[in-house]
């Protein structure tokens, strides 16, 4: 997975474990958002990318269990 966050909104992406494009999906800069579409994805292990910038650290501490 990756994430290009932006104040507004956030773009997830996904890709399958042989680096296969899956789907991207867009969505509000939000606690509930952010946490609900991640978990929304179907992967017995999630790894995500992120770049580095403002919301980066916010992100990580978020999704973090």
């Not at 991640?38 to 990318?49: D, F, Y």
């Amino acid at each position: 997975m990756a994430i290009d966050a932006h104040a507004r909104h956030c773009v997830l992406g996904t890709m399958d474990g042989r680096g296969n494009f899956l789907r991207s999906i867009r969505f509000e800069t939000t606690e509930k958002e952010l946490i609900r579409n991640v978990s929304e994805v179907q992967a017995g292990t999630k790894i995500l990318t992120l770049e580095e910038g403002p919301l980066a650290q916010w992100i990580s501490r978020t999704i973090t269990p």
